[in-house]
């Protein structure tokens, strides 16, 4: 007897958003004419409103559409904004996926992880990112204005959990370009001043971002290499340019935040340019990102998402981690406004630096829309001079 197709139907596509300190907190919901809602996690820098618009006029083209066809209604999507490719339409785009994949695994009762041929690893090894901000979103956060305080912030990283940190050291808008010795000696002595207070039993990964020109990333991948570093975190668009940096170093190079889908990352990995790479799983999306790891997977190159969102930003990127094979680290971001679990059902437990994913229902996690409209985003200025103040 012939299987017939699942006949639910989408009737609705909601946007929700909160303040979210450097950022505002954006969400999708999507819901069903069987009455099972699905909810998503999508953030961007600086454009909000332009991500908010794209969710609501791509939404409009999949109203009436089987939310169990992810893979068709993605490709659909990627077509209609084929003279879009990346930003904000990108990202609505992976918003979309992940609610529908959140809807697909609760109509199945099964999480999204066996959604993707089930989980190598429910526990999830992540690390502390930003550690170190000078001025801090969560009030408890100890900040990190000179070297003297390391060690209070240290002890309460370490204090959540948490065994492994992603560092940004604070440049100035003069660290471009080439890297001077003075800026180089800083760094290192920042380096050794947080593997001195953290132990040898933590791993530091250092974010520079698009700061410097390969010259100097190559200077700075060098005199890294004594502290054994998680990686450099290093950005550029040439990926023979990173290649030769990663071939004149120990040190791991990661990349991969500002790259979207297999094509943008295709290079990078044809040249063996990398040692890691970081798509971030909320702007790409599930279903894509599973692409992008298992692509990575088959140049022996490890997986470790960006992931600088809020919880059920978390759990999605967490959930495709599971399905990895080499999967390595979860980017986890804490230093966040004190609100950011309040505004879920099912916050999320760190406990020896590690996530334990749970077997609820697709995420596990929904968010509580009265919550969210007790902290309306700011508008004005105010977001963005704070989202330029912070390095990412």
């Known amino acids: 007897m012939m299987r017939t197709e699942r006949s639910m139907k989408i009737t609705s596509i909601d946007v929700f958003s909160c303040e979210g300190g450097w950022r505002t907190l954006n969400f999708v919901k999507v819901g069903t004419d069987e ?56 990202q609505a785009i992976s918003a979309i996926d992940a609610a529908l994949l959140d809807i697909k695994g609760k109509a ?58 992603k560092v940004n050291y604070p440049l100035t808008p003069e660290d471009r370009g080439d890297i001077t010795p003075g800026t180089l000696g800083k760094i290192v002595e920042w380096i050794g001043a947080w593997q001195e207070v953290l132990g040898p039993e933590c791993s530091i990964a250092l974010d520079v971002a698009f700061a410097f020109k390969m010259a100097g990333i190559s200077k700075l991948a060098k005199a890294l290499e004594p502290f054994n570093m998680l990686w450099l975190e290093a950005e550029t668009l040439d990926p023979q340019a990173l290649k030769s940096v990663r071939e004149s170093t120990s040190t791991p190079i990661c990349i991969g935040e500002s790259l979207y889908r297999t094509q943008g990352f295709k290079p990078y990995l044809e040249e063996h340019a990398l040692d890691i790479i970081m798509p971030d799983t909320v702007w790409n999306g599930i279903t894509m990102g599973k692409k992008v790891a298992d692509y990575a997977n088959t140049y022996d190159i490890l997986f470790a998402p960006h992931n600088s969102h809020g919880v059920l930003g978390g759990l999605q990127a967490a959930h495709l ?21 309040d505004i879920v059902t099912d916050p999320i437990a760190i406990e020896d630096g590690c996530i334990e994913l749970s077997d609820r229902p697709g995420f596990g996690c929904d968010i509580v829309e009265e919550r969210i409209a007790e902290h309306p985003p700011k508008t004005g200025t105010s977001t963005l001079a704070r989202a330029m103040g912070q390095t990412r």
């Not at 908010?52 to 999949?62: F, H, K, N, Q």
């Not at 100890?142 to 492994?164: H, M, N, Q």
């Open 35 to 90: 009455g099972i809602t699905g909810y998503a996690e999508c953030n961007c820098v600086r454009s909000e409103a332009i991500l908010r618009a794209a969710i609501t006029y791509l939404g409009s083209l999949v109203m009436g559409r089987n939310p169990f066809q992810t893979e068709k209604i993605q490709f659909d999507l990627y077509r209609a904004t084929q003279r879009q490719l990346g930003g904000a339409a990108h």
């Open 108 to 165: 199945l009762g099964v999480p999204v992880y066996e959604l993707f041929g089930g989980a190598f690893q429910t526990r999830i090894r992540t690390y502390y990112t930003h550690c170190g901000r000078a001025e801090p979103q969560n009030p408890e956060v100890p900040p990190v204005k000179s070297p003297a305080d390391i060690p209070a912030c240290a002890a309460y990283v370490k204090s959540l959990g948490f065994r492994d940190v």
């Open 321 to 341: 981690c599971a399905t990895c094979e080499n999967f390595k680290i979860l980017e986890y971001e804490h230093d966040d406004v004190p609100w950011r679990n």
